[in-house]
């Protein structure tokens, strides 16, 4: 039973042979493809390397195997193997996008006048009623002219 954000066997089949065979050196490793659920639940969740449920294996696997593969380049190679066999039957629409945190704003764009607003001048409102001034303010002395 393939639970949902787990490998089906057809994505096994077309990864496995790209994944480093096992050696017949010392203690037997833990079934790849166990091993990459657990890898692929805890990026999909966020949760602690600690967090992984038993039925992956023990963390500590998951998290030497996800390691050791990203140092010697086998992430890289079957993340690029994937894209060259998906973008040769015309699988990957390849897409560019901006992201906006950066493009800057030249130091002007910031305060752009208002509608109806004379250039320069703010308009000023009364402390009491709120209503705009159409003369001096209400607090200086009249002009004598």
Not at 58 to 86: H, I, N, S
Not at 99 to 126: L, V
Request: a positive charge; charged letters at 30%; proline letters at 7%.
């Amino acid at each position: 039973m393939v639970r949902r954000g787990e490998l089906t066997d057809k994505a096994w089949q077309r990864i496995e042979p790209l994944l480093p065979a096992t050696d017949a050196r010392g203690r037997p490793w833990r079934d790849h493809r166990q091993v990459i659920d657990g890898i692929l639940w805890r990026l999909r969740t966020g949760s602690p390397w600690r967090d992984i449920p038993e039925r992956y294996g023990p963390w500590q696997t998951c998290y030497e195997r996800f390691k050791r593969w990203d140092e010697d380049g086998t992430w890289a190679r079957l993340l690029e193997q994937m894209q060259v066999k998906d973008d040769s039957v015309g699988n990957v629409e390849w897409t560019v996008s901006i992201d906006s945190t950066i493009a800057r704003a030249h130091q002007h764009a910031a305060g752009a006048r208002k509608k109806g607003m004379a250039a320069g001048r703010s308009i000023r409102r009364t402390r009491k009623s709120g209503r705009p001034l159409e003369g001096p303010a209400e607090d200086s002395p009249p002009s004598s002219t």
